[in-house]
């Protein structure tokens, strides 16, 4: 029976880890989705406007969450992310992000850039947020792109 248990113990330690890295990258995946919906409204946006919104209201998009203000800007909190709109109100060359969604305690955001096309994840300073960007995007050294 010891040895039944034991069997049991080392399969889970060696499992958890690997079940925390795929609940990750599912819950990964709605800020992926949502960044990309900031960024083509964005675009939509700019072509009408001149400029990039600074308000996700200002967007014709949906986003679900409650709204609030995080610093002094507009976002929308779901329940793993804070999404916002990040034009500044700039012109197409002075803007390089459209959207970011900053995941809740992991330490790391998603971002749009605008010039590369790509989806980024960005990990906060001295934080875990390094380790989950490699996880994501299986890419060992900056830009953590998708």
Known sequence: ???VVLIIGILAAVALPQYEKAVEKSRASE?????NIISQAQEVYYLANGEYATDLADLDITIPGKEEVVGNTPSKITDYFACRAVGMGASAEGTTRLGVC???????AIAYDRYS???????D???EGEKWCRILTNKQDSPYNF
């Open 102 to 108: 900053r995941r809740h305690s992991k330490g790391y």
């Open 125 to 127: 300073e001295g934080t």
């Open 1 to 3: 029976l010891l040895v």
């Open 31 to 35: 800020g992926l989705v949502l960044v």
């Open 117 to 123: 096309k790509q989806l980024l994840c960005i990990p």
